[in-house]
């Protein structure tokens, strides 16, 4: 803001400057001494400026303020007013003390030395029975203290949350890169900041933005002087910045103030523009949330335990939803049907008489079967896509094993390509899921080529079993052998290779433009033209004739494409996903009164037309891309998380300070490792991430069930998985209903029947924590020390009590916290995995105060419970009801605090601050 | 005799530029005041008791009841002691509080009044038991406020509602009661509080919902219970068991702001400003800027700061009068700093410094009018200072 104060005095600074600007160019010094000047005075200015703000808005301030107290003061002397009233009935000691005081002092005569001199009277005990107070009255001013009775005080803890399951740290909660500052009791007052070591501040690698005055000191600079590189060094020499960023930002300001003129001018394009912007919308950013924060373990938004920032793993075997078999009636009077009935096109194509069975009927399993072979996308969009690629390179097939050239690389590039450019057509994959996803196809398909490199034989009949299995593909696919086999043993190979795929994709369009031109009409002839063409012609010739074709064609379709908005196409592409090639379900689930079966079935056609176009760059790209593969994916995983991404700044120090943990087992090393669900498409082989981490697959892993590396549950039936028989219970984890064959639960009392795969009654008993059947635990004065947990009911041996939640933090936070912990002496840190620690500290149920014993009558069991590790307090012995609860923290023997040493086997509980005293008693 | 000092030279800030302090970003410079005093007032030293040996830690005047202005009472050790300020700097004993247990030590009071207008102590300590004393019928008033984990830090007063008291806790939390009813109505803590012991807590003085509070996690945390109202007029009809209220925890601050580097010990609302102090030897006044849409975040926009010498140890407070026209402050060093708030930059009203005040003051307090400056020290002793009629 600038005031009228600011105006004279910039103009009155700027009149020198201006002469010195025309006079004094050859003398440096005194350009610099002027700029200087300048900037100085505009720095005046803007501190004036500052001053005059702080100073008006402190008045405003205080305006507000002094009706506030005015109010206050009312309110005060209103509860004068009416509790005088009152207390007639009522004495007021404090008023009565209060009058009595002022009588004394009337009736006591005042001394003149007596004010200073004797006021120092030292009271020797606190214990006195009466207080004496400086002595102004002499004794008289003495009152006989009310006793206050004592209440017992509640043992210390630091204010927590209940949490029933666990949670991630969330990253503001971490302590490491944070300074602390403990107060040293032992030393009065003194402070020591301490964490020191690698908790340098590294907030400094953040550019400084600009600030409004740091603007404003530019603009009137540059504007008084002119600009020039001297101007430009000497302020960013003033503001310690580079000189190009001065010039940079310069540059930016006059931009913006033209635009600023620009929207003052003329407010009509700003309407336009955000009409735009409303318009662009697409469905992708409607269901980010559901991308992104949706957590498909839990099945639950904002999922605290797994985050948002998961990857997103596609199981390889969904199942084909809505294969309709029920045909051909028309959905209605639009339905695409009833029109290409009335025109008379059941003729499809006499080459392809697949097509139109296959899109109006499917058989989901034969198709299943015939992807999971292919170890391509699973997205049905991209089943479909192939669906339809299949026929187009059959006939690719065709001319390109003419042209003696590997058959199968096109082919498969296609293919998954097409996925990648279904994704394309939406939004240009701007989003990030889209992203990965096709840098995952696209590197499966890199993986396919050089499988299909290494064994050229297997995976080219692979991919014929792939295809639709016409007999005279098969035919083609021989010959495609043959060539390849020549293409292979000549070094040729690679440099063939991008041709091949540009012919392709030739092919492909020309494919398709066959196939939408036979829906419109006179397809027949242009397919079997074509097809000739390519057959007798070499690629080049062909390929040329055919882009011909395709710009004509894919003119036509554009403009049909252009009349839908980018929330149709996306509500579209879902359908696509959800019912597959279905143009009747599309429109009437997700399109109703938008668009016409007709249109979809026409833009379904229009869509496969592009998806092929597409498909040639994608694969080019991949090609040339194919070392960024993974570089790629890890940033597009960045790109989807949006803002929440989280970087871990720091490495490992070796010789981290390890602070004192509960732990499971006396061994050194963690033999629980962390699962995250891998997402491999196809069975688990030796890259999968699951097995090089040495876990399980899940259910929630990509890969399929048959994958080897999958745990397979168990079979227990009468044994009701209480024993280390059942495989899951030996190996440390609770069934789970979806992956052991015999486990499940009843409802109520059973009368109302179970389900009936057992064909028996028996109740499997290791989902206790899954099912949250736990005791109730009451919280307590421990007979120990401080706080304790305690049983409501009585329970019997290896009964399950409840779990020890708390928050999920690393070990490296944990070493941080631990050290802060360590010196309350109080520490609620629990080590789950390899991965993480538990911290009860501030968040986590009424069992973290079960105390230490080494001769406990509980134990804890770190336990994996649909792929998260949970760590279970389990009864050792019969428990009484209301008998304290204690389990051995098995602390590391070096670290134990003394309390928790093997040989004085105290039972006393690490967190409370008298140390233990002996009268640790282990109860039953 | 009697030695004060308050000599001063007076000058106009704007002259005095140079002294503003080259802190922040340029065009966000605090106007810092100048530790020469102004020659407003003087001040000096017109009584003095010794209560013990304890140490007392904090003072307090009663703004709550017109009729009790002139009656305040300090805690320190396990006692709680109500006095009169009389005229002629005659100070005398109305009640005295003994607490049973030896090992209280109580750190803060607060005057509140229940709805019939009853005069309330309430005062906390390091047993983390918040008595409630009646000074009308000098009875413990119904019940004692279980539930702090650890030691009370502060302990304020709604001005608006004066059942309403709210207290700052080493357990990391700050909680919300009802002396009427003795009900714990919220408890600000969880994910978004305090993640260190909390010292200081603050009611805004027109804003019914909102608080803010300080602690040794360097920050300061502006709350709002709007949402959670209901429950505090819930607490005032609650005819059940105190604990069976459902007390609410109310996880998220408003605001956070990071305005010191170090424990920060003391904070005030002044109007819609924040003043809060660190260790570093001054008191800040900021503005905090919130968003609407997004809580949680903001900018914090430094005004104005009150330089306080020597005062770089943790737990000192300061006080304002009752329209908070002045703010007094004691140092490590048994000095105290009177500056007047509101203006623009801020003016040292007086120093007040006397040879036998050595250990350092805990807490001050300001009379209604600013008029009287009570000041309690370490070593156990009150300090009256009156103003000097000119």
Not at chain 1, 299 to 319: A, M
Not at chain 1, 751 to 771: A, F, I, S, V
């Amino acid at each position: 803001m600038t005031s009228k104060a600011s105006f004279s005095a910039s103009a009155s600074k700027s009149e020198p400057s201006a002469g010195l600007q025309i006079t004094g160019i050859k003398d440096g010094n005194h350009i610099s001494q002027d700029i200087l000047s300048v900037i100085d005075s505009s720095k005046k200015q803007l501190v004036v400026d500052r001053y005059i703000y702080i100073k008006k808005i402190m008045e405003e301030n205080k305006q507000k303020l002094s009706s506030i107290t005015q109010h206050l003061y009312n309110l005060s002397k209103f509860r004068r007013d009416t509790t005088i009233s009152n207390t007639d009935t009522d004495v007021n000691l404090l008023t009565r003390r209060q009058d009595d005081a002022l009588c004394t002092l009337n009736s006591v005569e005042l001394s003149g030395g007596e004010k200073d001199g004797s006021s120092c009277q030292e009271e020797s005990s606190y214990a006195s029975s009466t207080v004496i107070l400086g002595s102004n009255f002499g004794g008289k001013n003495a009152v006989r203290p009310i006793k206050l009775p004592e209440v017992p005080k509640l043992p210390p803890y630091t204010t927590w949350i209940f949490l029933d399951r666990n949670q991630r740290m969330t990253e503001d909660q971490s302590v490491v890169g944070r300074r602390r500052i403990y107060y040293d009791r032992g030393c009065g007052e003194a402070l020591i900041c301490s964490d020191s070591e690698d908790d340098v501040v590294e907030d400094e690698d953040e550019k400084k933005q600009f600030g409004s005055t740091e603007d404003y000191i530019i603009r009137m600079a540059i504007q008084k002087v002119g600009l020039s590189d001297a101007v430009l060094d000497l302020l960013a020499q003033c503001l310690g910045r580079n000189t190009d960023e001065i010039r940079a930002r310069y540059e930016s300001i006059i931009k913006i103030e033209k635009t600023e003129e620009c929207v003052k001018k003329g407010e009509d394009g700003v309407d336009i523009k955000t009409e735009d912007a409303l318009s662009e919308k697409d469905l992708d950013a409607a269901s980010d949330s559901f991308d992104n924060l949706f957590c498909r373990r839990c099945l639950v938004f904002d999922c605290r335990l797994h985050g948002c920032s998961q990857d997103l793993v596609f199981p390889s075997e969904k199942q084909l939803p809505w294969s309709n078999s029920d045909d051909d009636t028309p959905c209605g009077m639009h339905c695409h049907r009833a029109v290409s009935k009335s025109e008379g096109i059941a003729a499809m194509n006499s080459q392809m008489p697949h097509d139109s069975e296959l899109q109006t009927q499917s058989s989901g399993s034969a198709r299943a079967s015939l992807y999971t072979k292919k170890k391509s996308h699973c997205s049905s969009v991209g089943r479909r896509a192939k669906y339809h690629q299949g026929e187009s390179t059959s006939s690719n097939a065709r001319v390109v094993s003419e042209s003696s050239e590997s058959e199968v690389h096109p082919r498969q590039d296609i293919m998954s390509v097409k996925v990648f450019s279904s994704s394309k057509i939406k939004q240009d994959g701007k989003y990030g899921i889209r992203k990965k996803d096709n840098k995952r196809i696209a590197e499966q398909v890199l993986l396919c080529m050089r499988k299909r490199q290494k064994k050229m034989v297997s995976s080219d009949s692979d991919s014929i079993v792939s295809g639709h299995l016409w007999p005279h593909d098969m035919k083609l696919r021989s010959n495609t052998r043959n060539a390849n086999r020549d293409s292979n043993s000549s070094s040729q190979n690679k440099i063939v290779k991008s041709p091949i795929i540009r012919n392709s994709r030739k092919k492909g369009l020309s494919q398709q433009d066959t196939i939408n031109l036979a829906y419109v009409e006179a397809q027949n002839d242009s397919t079997g033209e074509i097809v000739k063409e390519s057959l007798a012609a070499g690629c080049d010739e062909s390929s040329r004739k055919e882009e011909f074709v395709d710009e004509s064609t894919c003119k036509y379709e554009n403009t049909r494409g252009k009349s839908w908005k980018v929330i149709e196409q996306s509500l579209f592409v879902k359908g696509l996903e959800i019912f597959g090639r279905n143009s009747c379900l599309i429109a009437r689930n997700l399109l109703c009164g938008m668009k016409t079966c007709m249109e979809v079935f026409q833009y379904m056609n229009y869509v496969e037309d592009k998806k092929t176009y597409g498909a040639a760059d994608g694969a080019n790209s991949l090609v040339e891309g194919y070392a960024k593969g993974n570089e790629l994916q890890t940033r597009s995983r960045f790109l989807r998380r949006r803002g929440r991404v989280r970087r871990l700044k720091y490495t490992w120090k070796s010789a981290g300070y390890h602070s004192i943990r509960k732990r499971i087992t006396e061994k050194k090393d963690q033999p629980c490792r962390q699962y995250n669900p891998c997402g491999c498409q196809s069975a688990c082989g030796k890259q999968c991430p699951c097995l090089v981490n040495g876990t399980c697959c899940e259910k929630y892993c990509g890969c399929p069930k048959i994958c080897k590396n999958r745990f397979r549950g168990c079979h227990c039936a009468k044994s009701q998985c209480r024993s280390r028989q059942c495989p899951c219970f030996a190996a440390d984890r609770e069934c789970d209903p979806d992956v052991c064959r015999n486990c499940w639960i009843g409802c109520g009392d059973g009368t109302l029947g179970g389900p009936n795969q057992g064909g028996d009654n028996y109740e499997c008993r290791n989902m206790k924590l899954l099912l949250k059947q736990q005791q109730r635990v009451l919280l307590g004065r421990s007979d120990v020390s401080g706080w304790g947990a305690f049983l409501k009911n009585g329970v019997g041996k290896h009964e399950y009590l409840g779990e020890y939640t708390g928050e999920l933090i690393s070990h490296r936070e944990a070493d941080k916290r631990g050290k802060i912990y360590d010196r309350e002496n109080s520490s609620f840190l629990f080590n789950l995995n390899d991965q993480f620690v538990l911290d009860a500290y501030r968040k986590g149920d009424k069992l973290k105060f079960a105390n230490h014993s080494p001769n406990p009558n509980c134990y804890a069991k770190v336990i994996m419970v649909a792929g998260d590790h949970r760590v279970g307090i389990f009864a050792k012995e019969r428990i009484n009801a209301g008998e304290e609860l204690f389990y051995d923290y098995r602390y590391e023997p070096d670290r134990a605090p003394a309390w928790a040493r093997k040989p004085e086997a105290s039972g006393s509980r690490k967190g409370e601050t008298q140390p233990s005293s002996g009268r640790a008693k282990k109860l039953a | 005799m009697l030695k004060y000092s308050s000599v001063s030279s007076l000058l106009s800030g704007w002259e005095r530029g140079g002294e503003m302090a080259k802190t922040g970003q340029l065009g966000c410079e605090a106007a810092v005041g100048s530790l020469t005093p102004a020659k407003k007032k003087e001040y000096k030293v017109s009584n003095r008791l010794h209560e013990g040996k304890r140490p007392l830690y904090a003072i307090s005047f009663n703004f709550i009841d017109a009729r009790y202005y002139d009656v305040f009472a300090t805690v320190g050790g396990n006692r709680v002691t109500v006095y009169r300020c009389l005229e002629q700097g005659l100070i005398a004993v109305l009640q005295a509080y003994v607490d049973e247990d030896k090992d209280e030590s109580f750190y803060t009071l607060s005057w509140a009044c229940d709805l019939d207008g009853t005069p309330l102590l309430v005062a906390g300590g390091s047993n983390g038991i918040i008595r409630v004393i009646n000074a009308g019928t000098e009875k413990i008033h119904k019940v004692s406020f279980v539930g702090h984990g650890d030691s009370v830090n502060e302990i304020r007063t709604q001005p608006l509602k004066p059942s309403l008291v709210v207290s700052a806790s080493k357990d990391e939390s700050v909680r919300l009661w009802n002396v009427h009813t003795g009900i714990c109505i919220l408890i600000f803590a969880g994910a978004g509080g305090h993640r260190n012991e909390v010292l200081s807590v603050d009611f805004h003085p027109s804003d019914i919902y909102r608080i803010a509070s300080c602690g040794m996690d360097n920050t300061v945390k502006i709350w709002s219970m709007k949402e959670f109202w209901t429950y505090v007029e819930k607490s005032f009809t609650w005819t059940d068991l105190p604990s069976k209220f459902p007390t609410k925890y109310v996880q998220f601050p408003v605001f956070i702001a990071s305005v010191h580097s170090n424990y920060v010990d003391c904070t005030r609302w002044l109007g819609d400003f924040v003043l809060s102090k660190s260790v570093d030897n001054e008191i800040v006044l900021w503005e905090p800027k919130t968003k609407e849409q997004s809580p949680g975040e903001g900018a914090v926009d430094i005004l104005q700061k009150y330089p306080v010498p020597e005062c770089d140890i943790w737990f000192i407070k300061f006080s304002c009068d009752f329209h908070y026209n002045a703010a007094a402050i004691g140092n490590r060093e048994g000095k105290i700093y009177v500056w007047e708030l509101q203006s623009s930059p801020p003016v040292l009203i007086a120093r007040l410094a006397h040879a036998q005040c050595k250990s350092p003051i805990r807490q001050t307090a300001l009379s209604f009018d600013g008029s009287t400056i009570l000041s309690c020290c370490e070593d156990g002793s009150i300090w009256r200072w009156d103003v000097v009629q000119s």
